[in-house]
């Protein structure tokens, strides 16, 4: 899929103004960005750019700020740390005042635009006001190109930018393209995906798909309750999405029809209450009784995960097992990433992907070099696994005019 996508390294950028699409949407806690994957995966093309003496504009999104200013949301943060990884300053302005800045800038410089989103024109649904938002900074601009995999939402800076420039794709959306191809055209058998996390909502459709594709589906994490409820066992307190739970079965049925094998927790971690300090129990059966929340897998779940990981030959992992941020419930999270990173053949295809994950990954000191490919967008990765299509990735092929 996109293999026809037009590259950067293919176009001749010699001197230019080029704006280049950057997903600097980083987590942030108290001011310090807890993890930087995604601004040190855009690092080689802002390189790229600046050995070849154009005038970066980097634009972003952060948060979700839904038009207003927001200080919380500000890209400051990522402007700083951006400046450290490439050891040179970065310059700052808002987009309604960023005309001066970009035609005063020399050669070689980087300037960062404020966060989008502070703009209702950014996320408008008319097609005609994001064109309006972002006309002025086309303008202002010769080359576009877009380094922000994750971003598949019809917005300004990622759908009709590209339509008003000759427009590209970064090394970071080129390698993120190339890597997902692999699994989605070839698949080794046996594929299994690996999914947690909670926001069922958003991978629901995306799992429909998924279990005609793979062999196994291993769920853990508040997602796994869906499914257990869904089966009419007892969860207890645990976190569950009422409104999903017709669906969780459908795709209980789709993945039998299929001859896909999903498995569930058998047993749980869980706590009294839903806090941090709260004392881990171990739930030994599946059910979970009342007054507890399951916040992390049990061992002898990890220990049947373990197996079907270790025959795999094509992984892919998105989301945690449970409530990774908190000690006393990280273990099932930690357990499967390195069961993933290192128990698997050595051949084995092995992708992950998504914010949540790529910062577990960081914080339980999971190693991104055992992986074939980290990705920076988890949705949109499980979307391009399940056959999306994206018009955003269109507007940097064959097709530059795309309708509403
Ligand atoms: P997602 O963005 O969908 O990958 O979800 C990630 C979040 O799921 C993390 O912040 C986890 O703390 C949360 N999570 C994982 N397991 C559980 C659980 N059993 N109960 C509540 N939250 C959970």
């Given at each position: 899929m996109y293999h026809n996508i037009r590259k950067l390294s293919d176009a001749n950028i010699k001197n230019k103004t080029v704006v280049v699409r950057v997903n600097f949407d980083v987590p942030i806690n108290n001011g310090e960005i807890t993890d930087n994957t995604r601004i040190a995966s855009s690092v080689k093309t802002i390189e790229y750019l600046v050995e070849n003496n154009c005038k970066v504009v980097l634009i972003s999104h952060m948060g979700r700020p839904e038009g207003e200013a927001v200080d919380d949301l500000s890209l400051m943060p990522a402007r700083?740390?951006?400046g450290k990884l490439l050891n040179k300053p970065i310059k700052f302005a808002h987009i309604e005042a960023c005309e001066n800045s970009i035609?005063?800038?020399?050669q070689g410089e980087i300037l960062l635009l404020e966060n989008l989103r502070f703009h209702?024109?950014?996320?408008?649904?008319?097609?005609?006001?994001?064109?309006?938002?972002i006309k002025p900074l086309a303008a202002l601009c010769d080359i576009y190109v877009n380094d922000s995999f994750g971003v598949y939402r019809e917005h300004a800076s990622v759908l009709e930018l590209p339509q008003l420039l000759p427009s590209y794709a970064g090394f970071a959306m080129v390698k993120e393209i190339e890597a997902l191809s692999k699994i989605d055209e070839s698949p080794e058998s046996p594929y299994i995906a690996v999914i947690g996390g909670v926001k069922m909502d958003t991978k629901i459709p995306i799992l429909k798909s998924l279990v005609k594709q793979v062999d196994t589906m291993l769920i853990g994490g508040a997602m796994a309750y869906t499914f257990l409820k869904?089966?009419?066992?007892?969860?207890g307190d645990s976190k569950f999405e009422k409104e999903n739970l017709k669906t969780a079965e459908e795709i209980l049925k789709s993945a039998e029809k299929n001859k896909c094998e999903i498995l569930l927790p058998v047993d749980h971690i869980a706590g009294k209450e839903f806090k941090e300090n709260t004392k881990p129990i171990e739930i030994t059966t599946q059910q979970i009784p009342k007054g507890h929340y399951g916040l992390d897998i049990g061992p002898k779940t990890m220990s049947q995960f373990r197996e079907v990981i270790e025959s795999a030959k094509t992984i892919l992992w998105n989301g945690p097992m449970g409530v990774f941020e908190w000690e006393n419930f990280n273990k099932g999270t930690e357990a499967?990433?390195?069961?993933?990173a290192l128990s698997t053949p050595k051949d084995a295809y092995k992708i992950a992907g998504g914010a949540d994950t790529t910062y577990a990954m960081l914080k339980l000191r999971i190693k991104p070099k055992r992986f074939n490919?980290?990705?920076?967008?988890g949705g949109m990765m499980l979307n391009f696994l399940s056959g999306g299509k994206f018009k955003v990735l269109d507007v940097l092929c064959g097709v530059q005019k795309i309708s509403e």
């Open positions: 700083f740390e951006l035609k005063f800038m020399e209702k024109g950014e996320e408008s649904k008319k097609a005609k006001e994001r064109e309006e938002f869904a089966q009419g066992v007892s969860i499967i990433g390195e069961y993933i490919h980290v990705s920076i967008g």
